[in-house]
């Protein structure tokens, strides 16, 4: 699969509106149509599950391009980071979408294909959005194509109460418990690798002992991780 700088954008006849999906500020303002404010030229869009209502005072201010991949005249998979502000707190923080396109016309079975995953709510918007009009379907992280376990490898409470706590066994005996969990994404490569970073505070309280532990974990995409290198 190739991949590319965004400043080299070809002429693709079947990929027409690669020029769109690759320029960021065209993206900081349908995302704001797709999220915040609407757009009558948006009619086509599909929401799953339905957009529900989203705080008035969340706006994004940039959109970031951090990753392209791009198979010519087939499609293109370009993850995005927006930088949403709430105007009433002042607090910014980051939502992670990636878009894939299609030739046109070709979208609609991929959005359908996609709602049988293991799907959850994001941050902000819905977890997918089909966009007919550009070809191209959008999931939200944590939810990805091809890192169907992603949901779960960023969900605290999941690390906290199923995840982990075989593994502190492991490493320091039976009797410790997982107090406070914090997690936060390292790297993100989507439909291919994430890297998390989780910070744990343990207690042992027949012992009145605490300690701390820091873990890095690593997904695949699909079962790779459990195949030998060769």
């Known amino acids: 699969m190739n991949k590319m700088m965004v400043r080299d954008v070809p002429h693709d006849s079947q990929l027409p509106q690669l020029s769109t999906g690759l320029d960021a500020a065209a993206m900081v303002e349908l995302f704001d149509a ?3 404010h609407g757009d009558s030229r948006l009619t086509e869009v599909e929401y799953f599950p339905q957009r529900g209502a989203i705080s008035p005072a969340l706006r994004p201010k940039r959109c970031l391009i951090e990753r392209v ?5 087939n499609n293109c998979l370009i993850c995005y980071r927006l930088e949403v502000e709430d105007s009433r707190s002042g607090l910014e923080h980051s939502q992670r979408f990636c878009g894939r396109l299609y030739p046109i ?24 959005m089909h966009l007919p009009q550009l070809g191209m379907v959008i999931w939200s992280f944590p939810n990805d194509r091809k890192l169907l376990q ?9 690390l906290k109460q199923r995840l982990l706590p075989p593994v502190v066994a492991a490493h320091l005996g039976e009797g410790w418990q997982i107090a406070n969990v914090r997690h936060e994404l390292v790297h993100y490569a989507a439909e291919y690798t994430c890297t998390m970073r989780v910070q744990l505070g343990l207690i042992q309280q027949q012992m009145g002992k605490e300690e701390s532990l820091t873990l890095f974990g690593k997904l695949y995409e699909n079962d790779k991780a459990a195949k030998p290198n060769r």
């Open 34 to 36: 797709l999220l915040f």
């Open 69 to 73: 991949k791009y198979k010519p005249a």
């Open 105 to 128: 016309g070709q979208s609609a079975s991929r959005f359908r294909r996609a709602q049988g995953q293991p799907l959850v709510q994001p941050k902000v918007g819905p977890a997918l």
């Open 150 to 158: 992603l949901p779960k490898f960023s969900d605290g409470a999941y």
